[in-house]
Nanobody, 122 residues
C-alpha cells in the first residue's frame, strides 16, 4: 500500500503547478486524502484535506483561495492545484490518507507518500 506524489518542479512567482498523488495496493475511495509540506529547517505543516466524498475540505489559511484539492476515485488519485505561487510555498509536498479530513488536518494519517519538491523562484 503506497501513495506516490508527483508534479513538483521549479516555477516563477505567480505561476501554477498541479500535484498528483496516486494510490496503489489499496483503494483510497473511502479514505480522506490530503497534502502536507515541509520547508527546509521547518516542521511539516498541513496544507489541505478532504473527505472521501469531497466534503469537509480544509486549507492552510495562507493557501486558501490559491490552492484547490480534488480527487478522482476512479484513478485512486488526489490532486493539488496550486495557483499564484509564492516563494514561501517552496517545500517538499507530501500526500497522506487518513480516517477523516479533520484527522488529517490534525496530522493523523495512516498512509504517507513520498514527497515531491516544489520550488518557487522570486
Amino acid at each position: 500500500v503506497q501513495l506516490q506524489a508527483s508534479g513538483g518542479g521549479l516555477v516563477q512567482t505567480g505561476g501554477s503547478l498541479r500535484l498528483s498523488c496516486a494510490g496503489s495496493g489499496h483503494s483510497f475511495s473511502r479514505d480522506a486524502l490530503g497534502w502536507f509540506r515541509q520547508a527546509p529547517g521547518k516542521e511539516r505543516e498541513f496544507v489541505a484535506s478532504s473527505n472521501w466524498d469531497g466534503g469537509s475540505t480544509y486549507y492552510l489559511e495562507s493557501v486558501r483561495g490559491r490552492f484547490t484539492i480534488s480527487r478522482n476515485h476512479a484513478e485512486n488519485t488526489v490532486y493539488l492545484q496550486m495557483n499564484s505561487l509564492k516563494p514561501e510555498d517552496t517545500a517538499v509536498y507530501y500526500c497522506a490518507a487518513g480516517p477523516s479530513s479533520w484527522d488529517l488536518k490534525s496530522g493523523r494519517g495512516h498512509t504517507w507518500g513520498q514527497g515531491t519538491q516544489v520550488t518557487v523562484s522570486s
